[in-house]
């Protein structure tokens, strides 16, 4: 393989800012927003946005793929979205009650969501999803939850990837099976025994830096029926593909409904907010179960969630990723095999994954990412990219031009 020239880093208020944030934040940057997960030389701190771009505070622009790792769907400081925000902040944010915008936004969301009866609101996708396990084990007395090896579903001690500084306790009663492996799931039951409160489970298979796997539908049904059969609950981690894959559940249209789902990211367009939904049968656990935060309650997000959800209704938003998404998972396979460059494009149109098989240091995924942003395309070496439906076909057309610049890049450096 020949040598990799990345630009060396020159003085610039990135490099100031992060001279300031090493002396008062541990790590100079730390969790998934931390430039060093991107491609070497990338910036690590944004300035602004708007629609479908995105600007660094050395004025760089970019046309953003990767959408706040999921949260913007309608592109940044959608007009409609901040104007509803704006309102609600006139009137006020976080009370000592909550506002009507929280009922209005539980009546949107299980008028949504199909088998929602009921929402219950957090902040971050880590919220809902504890929060999921935590009324599952109360309203069937039991312990044990089954999840997939890999699956990430926050940063919470029982399930944070990387679990120093958290007890063997917070994982005791949970058991791994494989995505998509029904004989796996099989012997996690066999090891959970009579103790099975939840399976938690992801609309298909989003690891970081890994091949996606969509999921088969006898998986998700095998899934429904053995939760079924024995009495716990199946939760659905809607976080990063809900309202992506579908205005609705993302298991819609293999017609499995789970019992439970944590929400987040898409539901605000950025505005920090987070959902539980569920089934009616669970509203007695969760009456006896003491949860809350400072600001589950806040009305802002919730005003921007209940427009963010009126814009995507009225101008399908979630057809229009799809459509988009279908051009660039297009164009990036014809650009593979214009260039000769064996890659690997997996999981689903609005949020797909490319890779390079058989390599193992990343080379070529920073190759291919740093080209891009030098042609203006922000993308991620090693975590599934996001489309938004703010993407014009316009800007579509630089973004293919900018990842023909990336093939060539990785073409270039050859096996
Ligand atoms: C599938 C899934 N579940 C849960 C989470 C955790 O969400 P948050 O980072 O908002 O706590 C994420 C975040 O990326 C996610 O992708």
């Known amino acids: 393989m020949n040598s990799i020239a990345f630009p060396a880093p020159v003085a610039s208020v990135d490099a100031d800012l992060r001279r300031r944030a090493a002396a008062v934040i541990p790590g100079g940057m730390y ?29 760089r622009e970019y046309i953003d793929l990767l959408c706040s790792y999921g949260p913007i769907v309608l592109g940044h400081r959608h007009p409609e979205v901040e104007a509803a925000a704006r309102e609600q902040a006139m009137l006020g944010d976080c009370f000592n009650l909550p506002g009507p915008r929280m009922v209005e936004l539980a009546e949107r969301l299980t008028g949504i969501v199909d088998y929602a009866d009921w929402a219950m609101f957090q902040k971050n996708g880590t919220d809902a999803t504890t929060l999921a396990l935590t009324v599952a084990r109360a309203h069937t007395g039991r312990k044990g939850v089954l999840m997939a090896t890999g699956a990430y579903h926050g940063a919470a001690p029982w399930c944070t990837p990387i679990p120093l500084g958290t007890t063997p306790g917070a994982r005791a009663d949970l058991y791994n099976y494989r995505y998509n492996d029904i004989a796996s799931v099989e012997a996690a039951l066999a090891a959970c025994g009579d103790d099975l409160a939840a399976i938690i489970v992801s609309p298909f298979r989003h690891d970081a830096g890994l091949p996606q796997e969509l999921v088969e539908p006898e998986f998700a049904r095998y899934l429904r029926a053995l939760c079924d059969e024995k009495g716990a609950m199946l939760v659905l981690d809607e976080v990063r593909c809900g309202m992506r894959l579908g205005f609705g559940s993302s298991w819609a249209g293999i017609g499995v409904a789970p019992d439970l789902s944590a929400w987040s990211k898409a539901l605000g367009n950025g505005h920090p907010i987070a959902a539980l939904m569920g089934i009616d049968v669970l509203r007695p656990a969760i ?16 005003a921007a969630s209940l427009a963010t959800l009126d814009v995507m209704a009225r101008e399908g938003s979630v057809a229009r990723m799809h459509t988009l998404g279908q051009v660039l998972w297009d164009g990036l396979l014809a650009q593979a095999a214009k260039y ?59 973004i293919l031009e900018a990842t023909g610049e990336g093939f060539a890049a990785v073409a270039a450096i050859g096996d």
């Open 31 to 59: 969790g998934h927003q931390a430039a060093k997960h991107l491609w070497p030389g990338a910036p690590q701190f944004i300035a602004s946005g708007e629609g479908a771009v995105v600007r660094d505070v050395d004025g």
């Open 287 to 302: 009456e006896k179960i003491f949860t809350t935060g400072s600001f589950w309650f806040s009305s802002v997000a919730m």
């Open 340 to 398: 000769g460059v064996d890659c690997s494009l997996t999981g689903h149109v609005t949020m797909p994954y490319l890779c390079f098989p058989g390599e193992s240091d990343w080379a070529k995924t920073d190759v291919f990412a740093a080209a891009c942003a030098k042609a203006g395309v922000f993308t991620h070496p090693r975590h599934n990219w996001f489309i938004s439906a703010a993407l014009s076909d316009a800007q579509m057309a630089q």
